[in-house]
């Protein structure tokens, strides 16, 4: 029976529409020529005329926003299995060869994760291209366009983050600076039109919404000069951020979720699917899993860690990976970006939100970028305080950066900010957190990939593209 279709069903279905009805402009010439083959309508379609509609503004945005939702979950999860947070406990062999770091762009968890990303990114520039034509004037100070912009902003930076390179609208691929620096710009667009929408704001959660996106894209565009080297530029929009804000990407923090909306994908990588994560069977500390949905377990170097941000069950499980040294492994509760995180531990749940963009992540920002100074051990203290984690040890400045880096691994665990994390600790300061040697514990080894190539599809599709991506 199908379900029932719900307004936010629709926003993403007409979002999906909205690209399928911008790329049939393009192809006007070929249906001239092959008129008898295409003119049979697609109900898949929404009219091109039909896009620009000012009364479907509302549901292009709330449709780019659900393709931007589960591009994010995506990201993470598959990111974070190619970084060294988590490991493959799927018998799969898809999910052991990104985990091994041996894998080429035919991969499907390759496409898997760069499809959503640019479908995020594409929905998100096509809505704001739409709202300004269609707003005028009004646009530039339209909260809606400063999201979308932003939105898209992201999009590049979690693609810069995750692979080696990439095209933007069939260009040739750039390279991961080129897409952060591509980024800033898309964040400071998104800046001056916040700041316009907040001063144009005549009721309180008007200027509440303007603050939000301002703060989104002050956050976005540090992390994205943090990224590309630009230190300075990284302390200056972090610098603005509150303390307090924090900016979530929302699923659904009821269960059970509505059918055909994201979900968090790491609940279904942790338990049953139409459960809370949970599976039957008894333990002793009342949390079971079933070895029939566990995908991934926490990797060795965040065990142990006795960590409220980062709760782990205390028992271990057994997994579906038949390779040798995994015959069971220690199960992610709730991590700290998560939406109904306690410091005691629960289950990943199917709505649960994640933290995308926050103060605290502004904050590691500046600490990071002003290097190994007093303020960057009085940040720490006090970040260690908040989890009774004792005073820092670090004296010189390489082991407070050090002392941070590992602060920061606990915060933003498994909400998508490793791999960019690792990367750039290799590319800006010659330190390799990469798993290498045996994989597990043999015979196989671990491979050198440290980002995605760009996928076949894309590669065969796009003549910008070279033939080896």
């Not at 951020?241 to 990407?249: D, G, L, M």
């Not at 002793?284 to 949905?293: E, K, Y």
Request: proline share 7%.
């Amino acid at each position: 029976m199908t379900p029932p279709m719900t307004r936010a069903t629709t926003a993403h279905l007409l979002a999906r529409r909205a690209a399928a009805g911008a790329l049939l402009v393009g192809a006007a010439g070929a249906a001239t020529a092959c008129n008898d083959f295409l003119s049979v309508k697609n109900p898949g379609a929404e009219p091109i005329e039909r896009i620009g509609d000012p009364t479907n503004a509302n549901l292009l945005v709330n449709g780019a926003i659900a393709e931007f939702q589960t591009a994010v979950g995506t990201t993470a999860l598959y990111g974070n299995d190619l970084s060294d947070e988590i490991t493959a406990a799927h018998s799969n062999n898809s999910y052991r060869d990104l985990d091994r770091r041996v894998f080429d762009n035919s991969l499907d968890l390759v496409a898997l994760t760069y499809n959503p990303l640019q479908r995020a990114r594409f929905a998100a520039d096509t809505t704001a291209t739409i709202l300004i034509k269609n707003g005028g004037a009004a646009a530039g100070s339209d909260a809606r366009v400063a999201r979308m912009l932003s939105f898209s902003g992201y999009s590049m930076v979690m693609l810069a983050e995750t692979f080696c390179s990439a095209p933007i609208n069939v260009s040739a691929p750039y390279t991961p600076k080129q897409l952060f620096e591509m980024s800033i710009v898309k964040f400071d667009s998104a800046i001056t039109i916040a700041k316009a929408a907040k001063a144009a704001a005549t009721t309180t959660g008007a200027t509440a919404q303007a603050d939000s996106m301002l703060n989104l894209a002050l956050v976005g565009a540090a992390r994205a000069s943090l990224g590309a080297g630009n230190k300075a530029k990284a302390i200056e929009y972090a610098q603005q951020v509150p303390a307090a804000f924090e900016f979530r990407v929302n699923y659904n923090e009821g269960i059970p979720t509505t059918p055909g909306l994201p979900v968090n994908p790491f609940w279904n990588a942790t338990g049953v699917p139409g459960t809370p994560g949970l599976a039957v069977g008894n333990s002793s500390d009342g949390i079971a899993f079933s070895s029939a949905a566990l995908w991934y377990i926490v990797a060795t170097p965040f065990q142990g860690l006795n960590d409220p941000r980062m709760p782990i069950t205390s028992k271990t499980v057994s997994t579906m990976n038949s390779t040798p040294g995994l015959a069971t492994g220690y199960v992610p509760l709730k991590p700290r970006s998560f939406g109904g995180w306690t410091a005691a531990g629960t289950p990943i749940t199917p709505g649960a939100s994640i933290r995308i963009a926050s103060g605290i992540e502004a904050q590691y920002i500046v600490a990071e970028a002003q290097g190994g100074t007093a303020a960057t051990l009085a940040f720490i203290n006090a970040e260690r305080a908040k989890y009774n984690k004792g005073v820092s040890p670090a004296v010189t400045a390489d082991e407070i950066l050090a002392d941070l880096r590992d602060q920061r691994r606990r915060e933003f665990f498994l909400d998508g900010h490793r791999l960019g994390d690792i990367r750039r600790y290799k590319e800006q300061y010659g330190i390799n957190f990469f798993p290498t040697g045996l994989y597990l514990t043999g015979p196989t080894t671990y491979g050198s990939a440290e980002c995605m190539p760009i996928p076949v599809a894309e590669v065969n599709s796009n003549p910008n593209v070279p033939a080896g991506g």
